[in-house]
């Protein structure tokens, strides 16, 4: 079944235009109220947690949301400003039966979005998500709680201070960064304060930047989709390591003292080497998607360890994770799952470990956390406007001739955006060359048949 609404992170869209209107907002949480109440029947209302990024429209969108589940009877717990893993801790702490993050994670403040969390902490599945959406169409009036059964809603005191000492007991009882120099962007999103006070609190030296939210800021020149900055300053200031988060502090990309930029993937094999050695990697290896790069999984291979794909989405990472027994995974863009700890990215969190290791080896970043030789990779983004131009047959020629030029030492990859209307066109190989020509190639053909 064709979803409508949900993409790879929940729902989202240019904030006050539809899909992404607080009408829309209001829908999705009455029909999620519904849902719950079908899925099971006589049990007490429930309750759901809501939490927000520091974008402008997040105030629209969590008074909605908020209006949604109270007409149909469930009690609201507001948080205010608070990374999405923060959200996921707090449903399972509080025995919620629903999570709900409000925001777009590392698009700029234009855009908004709204992800979903079970009672587990876990992002809600395709199903229920289909539920929901066929809900959402098909009229509420029928789950609408009586004048007496209405929910209430109340703002819950010290939610950072309850996620910041989630993050730190990961951590060994009196583990100490003192020593570390570190630089913290925060994207000017919901880590803000949380992210460099836990870093002050285990006693790193911190430079905090991207702190200074105003609603229309988030994500713009910082964060983990903007590292520029914050390459600058850890030179300047000759720290040990950068520590970029997004938006709603659910990615982290590092930087290392030469003001090297390392990506999720580096940072996931350099987690999962570093446990493989002392004993406490699961699984036999490392759960990624398909945008992993090549590099990664020969390093593994050296070691006796596989890596596992899934499609693209921290969600699908955590769903291979678990039924396969991992205990690392995550994406290429940054987000790191440590299911140890959490259900869900957390670059706080993940940034911590990677301190923590770096505290313990003595090494510099550089040669710590660059653990192999990347593949030559490209990625490309075409756009299109009138519906998707994958299922043209041409598109599906060119494809499948560039999939067959780089079969024995390279791959293609081309798929939707769960997020966007955009192509992504990705390929890479030992030539660099040729992975360029054939990403140029693909590019032209899908636009020409936009």
Known sequence: MTRKYFGTDGIRGRANTYPMTAEMAMKVAMA?????RLRHPGQPTGRVVVGKDTRLSCYMLEQAITAGFLAMGMDVILTGPVPTPGVSMLTRSLRADLGVMISASHNSYEDNGIKLFGPDGLKLDDEIELEIEAKMDNGLDEGLAAPADLGKAARLDDVLGRYAESVKRSLPRGESLDGLKVVVDCANGSAYKVAPQVLWELEADVIAIG???NGRNINAG????DTANLQRIVVEQGADVGIALDGDADRL??????GQKIDGDQLMGALALSMHENGTLQGGGLVATVMSNLGLERALKEKGLELIRTGVGDRYVGEAMR??????GGEQSGHIILSDYGTTGDGLLAALHILAMLKHTGKKASEALSVFEPVPQLLKSVRYENGSPLDVDDVQNAIKQAQENLANDGRVL??????EPVIRVMAE???QARVENIVSELCAVIEKAS
């Not at 039924?323 to 690392?328: F, H, S």
């Open 211 to 213: 702190v200074e939210p």
């Open 429 to 431: 190989g030992d030539d």
């Open 323 to 328: 039924e396969g027994g991992y205990n690392v």
């Open 253 to 258: 990309i590092m930087v290392d003292e030469k």
């Open 222 to 225: 910082y964060g983990a989709t």
């Open 32 to 36: 999620t109220g519904c849902v719950l």
């Open 414 to 419: 081309v798929r939707a955006s769960g997020t």
